[in-house]
């Protein structure tokens, strides 16, 4: 017998792919339940060859539901995952509300799946920009503990949700055509430009990092179960539809040698890489798209710390950043 | 009496920006010879509300010059330089073909002005990512010697030329209209992407970094005079038209603290410190072009590192990072 799975946000960027990414990999699921909010309401989405209605999302919507997909955004998540787990569901959530609670595993599972079997009825999927860089890092770390991280973001729109990519594209054309057009979504142009902002006007704290660079630096060390792992991050916004791309610069406490890094990347799950930059070959956000992996390449050794290394690292932000991971934490579930 | 200038590459994106450059600052030229390659001789350019004809550069091009601004590719420096020198010019070279030479002195006025006095007929010009950083890390090396930066580009398609802009624009449209675009000159899709590569196919050494990579390690300690100063670069390429974007990172012989920074970089010339987050305040590619000053934000206490501060540097390639700094020494020498 199947699995009835619940995704709430089943309308946004991240819930279309979580129903894509369920369906591709053959989750065992007997229902599917769409909801999302009372605007949605009634319409229809062809899934496995099936008119499934979406429904309103409320405290009622999760009975007999053994998992529940959130990303609807934090607030949703802090109202509704608990109704979830009183109906007797795992909730997987993919927003920011639980990530930092003491109770909720953060899990990205070829990094700390024995997290999972912690929980106490929510588990959290990690930032998006965290999960790519913390996967390729695993390797690593299990070869050399990880004193430092230094790295710069080149974050895609979609990363802002649907109405984003599509007012990135409109600008595009607008800029283009010399003609104008009004921003609703991102606080400056954002075609043809580099943002060093993730998030909207109240997403500076009062150190100067934004929470979305807060979140790669604690979600790091919750994940590797690691204080002594320190990060510094920049996080920036460029026109690219989907893919992050990610300047890596880590410093571990023993040597690891280009070659050495490489093979375990090379024979780790869920990594492809691709460094053979003499035949101009490394990761590109626009190659990534659609793609479970996560790409790595530019591999040097740092010229300016001993123990350090660069790496490029770039991976569907949807994918793996967001639905790929849920869905494998509900495989694990099961 | 006023001064001859000859501008070889003068049809280039940055041979262009020389002549508005000159014009704008009132450079007290009693001549501007415009030189390019046998195609573009004849070719007529309006400057100063005259025609002038592009000649065709030869070794014998420089007769009563005195200023000769290189910008035709570092062959061209290599062959035609020593020719200018031997008519009696002092040549402000814009390509890589002098940098490194140590008897070419390399220089950021506001940084190293009394390298210039030590020049043989040839000045040369950093790097456009090198010159932004440097001037920005100036007024803060005074303060505290500088150990090690490990910095990320975001730089402009112009830094490619001016049909590098063609084609960046020529690909986002048909990628946004479906259709098909032939590239010519750079290595994958650059619209709506992120390429961690500045250069052609020969742009990789070795150690796997680009030359754009190492220029930034190499001149940055020329420039300082001060080998103990380590550099690690990783440099992309984005779909931005001008303005390059550069997320850096510095650690300090001594703590320095963001207020230290920011009255220091307030006060020194050819910066402007754009630094409120809380209003969404912070330095834009979209925002720089045209302008001749540097652009600093983002200043964070790196929480990772005692010693180190984050920010974000943004300046126009073609200006700062090219025609304005050459024509800046040509200012200096007469």
Not at 203 to 229: C, H, L, R, W
Not at 252 to 276: C, H, M, S
Request: glycine fraction near 6%.
């Amino acid at each position: 017998m199947g699995v009835s799975v619940a995704i709430v946000g089943a309308t946004g960027a991240v819930g279309q792919e979580m129903i894509k990414t369920l369906i591709d990999r053959n989750f065992p699921a007997d229902e599917i339940r769409l909801l999302a909010s009372h605007r949605s309401a009634g319409k229809k989405v062809e899934v496995r060859g099936e008119e499934l209605e979406i429904q309103e999302l409320t405290h009622e919507s999760f009975e007999g539901i053994r998992i529940g997909l959130f990303s609807a955004g934090g607030s949703i998540s802090k109202e509704f995952a608990p109704s979830a787990v009183k109906a007797g569901a795992v909730v997987v959530d993919n927003t920011s509300a639980f990530r930092m609670d003491e109770n909720t595993p953060l899990v990205v599972p070829e990094v700390n799946p024995g997290a999972i079997a912690k929980h106490k009825g929510i588990i959290a999927n990690p930032n998006c920009s965290t999960i790519q860089m913390v996967l390729v890092l695993k390797p690593l770390y299990d070869i050399s503990r990880i004193k430092r991280i230094v790295v710069s973001t080149y974050q895609a729109v979609s990363g802002a949700g649907a109405k984003a990519i599509l007012e990135m594209q409109e600008e595009t054309r607008a800029l283009l055509d010399g003609t104008t057009y009004e921003r609703k979504i991102f606080p400056h142009q954002v075609a043809f430009n580099a943002l060093p902002q993730i998030g909207q006007k109240n997403a500076f704290q009062e150190n100067g990092y934004t929470d979305e660079e807060m979140k790669m630096v604690k979600e790091t060390v919750k994940i590797f179960s690691d204080p002594n792992i320190r990060v510094t991050a920049t996080t920036v916004r460029i026109p690219v539809v989907r893919g992050h791309s990610e300047s890596v610069n880590v410093e571990f406490e023993n040597k690891i040698t280009v070659e050495e890094a490489r093979k375990a990347l090379a024979a780790f799950p869920g990594i492809v890489v691709q460094d053979d930059p003499k035949n101009q070959i490394y990761p590109l956000a626009s190659e990534c798209v659609g793609k479970y992996e996560t790409f790595v390449g530019r591999l040097r050794q740092d010229l300016s710390c001993e123990n350090a290394l660069n790496m490029w690292i770039v991976s569907d932000n949807l994918l793996k950043g967001a639905a790929l991971n849920a869905v494998q934490i509900a495989e694990k579930l099961i």
